[in-house]
């Protein structure tokens, strides 16, 4: 049995429905939504997630590097504790990053591995 669904086209519905303002306001939403959708706002994905969450962790080390350097050079304003607790904070991202990395490519090889 071949079976093919149509999409479904909720303003077409609500005015078979006798709901036309209802009708009007969907194409409407739909219209913008169309037109919208090449605007600057991404759709989440893993790839956009991934990407935030690296630069995360880049800032986070170049902050921690910054730290450490006015410590060096004998800058009163910036406490040990401050720079340790951003050290430590990178540190983690870092290995974070690295474990997500490990988890990605063992489920690359395993996926690559399956017998079809």
Same mark, same amino acid.
Do not use: C, H, W
């Given at each position: 049995?071949?079976?093919?669904?149509?999409?479904?086209?909720?303003?077409?519905?609500?005015?078979?429905?006798?709901?036309?303002?209802?009708?009007?306001?969907?194409?409407?939403?739909?219209?913008?939504?169309?037109?919208?959708?090449?605007?600057?706002?991404?759709?989440?994905?893993?790839? !956009?997630?991934?990407?935030?969450?690296?630069?995360?962790?880049? +800032?986070?080390?170049?902050?921690?590097?910054?730290?450490?350097?006015?410590?060096?050079?004998? !800058?009163?304003?910036?406490?040990?504790?401050?720079?340790?607790?951003?050290?430590? +904070?990178?540190?983690?991202?870092?290995?974070?990053?690295?474990?997500?990395? !490990?988890?990605?490519?063992?489920?690359?090889?395993?996926?690559? !591995?399956?017998?079809?």
């Amino acid at each position: 049995m071949d079976l093919k669904l149509k999409p479904f086209d909720f303003a077409q519905a609500a005015a078979k429905a006798g709901m036309a303002d209802v009708a009007r306001r969907v194409e409407a939403k739909t219209r913008a939504e169309a037109a919208g959708s090449t605007g600057a706002v991404d759709k989440p994905s893993f790839q !956009n997630a991934l990407t935030g969450a690296l630069g995360s962790i880049s +800032k986070s080390q170049e902050a921690a590097t910054a730290l450490q350097r006015e410590v060096q050079f004998g !800058n009163p304003t910036v406490s040990l504790e401050e720079t340790m607790v951003a050290m430590q +904070k990178a540190q983690l991202g870092f290995q974070s990053a690295v474990q997500v990395r !490990n988890k990605l490519v063992q489920a690359y090889t395993d996926i690559m !591995n399956m017998q079809v």
